[in-house]
């Protein structure tokens, strides 16, 4: 700005782009409505932009989030942490104000999303990577002192007795259970009323539907499901996050409704294959490494042949 001095001035930076706002230090700063309309304006633009040259390298949602997130920094407003990277990079009370975020977040989107069966945010037992961090369970853990309905409405009114012992491994490392997320009645075929977070027309998939709608919409950075046959890769691929399915016996299903024993595994939702790598190191799995289990299984027999 001509005839200001740099050091007089206030200024904002979009990362990445380019992109900078400045304005006297003697003047009133904008409003953050202002500068958040801007950056739409500024997105719309890189859509058209993009449109007319067919050039990819310009992200709508890089632009977005990356815009509000400075905008909310300049303004004293608490950045919204959505990845596992971004909550375990958080101090303390980012994650604090994170949280706060979720339960908006969540309160702002249940409704038309339906994820949850419960939210009622429940202290961690100890502490670790993942201390303060929220995660949502499927409605076939059990959950001390929270709603274990498993989908179904023969079971409606039902409180957990204890914790299942993935949801005591989450929470003794830090982890706050926000609340349970809703499942196909016994994780089988009837639906969860869950919708689609990336259009609320689509189904979100099943059986762990509300895990990976609700990390789909930003309300948890990760959530735990289960598998028999798909019901974690199916609704993380309906949903655009990440699936993981763990090796059968690798972790407890204690305290978990399965569908079949000899096939059920515990299942993870996050954001991306990156966040997903950063919960498994969190939960004290060294990465490639190689684990023995013995498994029974029974050998056909033949027949004899006839002559």
């Known amino acids: 700005m001509d005839g200001i001095n740099v050091h007089q001035r206030h200024e904002i930076r979009i990362p990445r782009r380019g992109m900078c706002l400045t304005w006297p230090r003697h003047a009133r700063p904008p409003t953050t409505q202002f500068l958040v309309s801007l950056v739409e304006a500024l997105v719309t633009f890189t859509d058209i932009i993009g449109r ?3 050039a990819h390298s310009i992200s709508r949602r890089m632009v977005l989030s990356g815009g509000l997130a400075v905008t909310r920094r300049a303004m004293g407003i608490p950045t919204r942490l959505e990845t596992l990277d971004e ?3 958080a101090s303390k009370q980012a994650r604090a104000s994170g949280l706060k975020l979720c339960l908006e977040r969540i309160d702002a989107d249940e409704p038309s999303i339906h994820a949850w069966v419960q939210v009622r945010p429940q202290r961690p037992t100890g502490e670790g990577k993942l201390s303060g961090i929220p995660f949502g369970a499927k409605d076939i853990f059990e959950t001390r002192g929270l709603a274990t309905e498993y989908g179904s409405p023969v079971y409606k009114g039902r409180i957990g007795e204890a914790d299942a012992a993935i949801v005591r491994e989450l929470r003794g490392r830090g982890a706050i259970l ?3 997320t809703q499942t196909a009645a016994f994780a089988m075929r009837d639906p969860a009323p869950t919708r689609n977070p990336r259009n609320v027309n689509h189904s979100p998939g099943g059986s762990s539907s509300g895990s990976a709608a609700a990390v789909a919409a930003g309300m948890v950075p990760f959530a735990i499901g289960t598998q028999t046959a798909g019901s974690v890769l199916r609704p993380a691929s309906y949903c655009g996050v990440t699936g993981f399915k763990a090796s059968f016996g690798l972790f407890s299903l204690d305290g ?3 569908c079949a024993r000899s096939l059920a595994t515990l ?3 996050t954001h991306s294959p990156a966040d997903m790598l950063l919960l498994w190191e ?3 799995v060294p990465l490639q490494r190689t684990k023995s289990l013995c498994l029974a299984y029974q050998v056909p027999c033949r027949r004899a042949s006839l002559k």
């Open 256 to 258: 978990v409704l399965p």
């Open 52 to 54: 007319i040259s067919g």
């Open 87 to 89: 909550w375990l990079r």
């Open 282 to 284: 969190a939960l004290g």
């Open 178 to 180: 926000l609340g349970k």
């Open 267 to 269: 299942g993870f939702f």
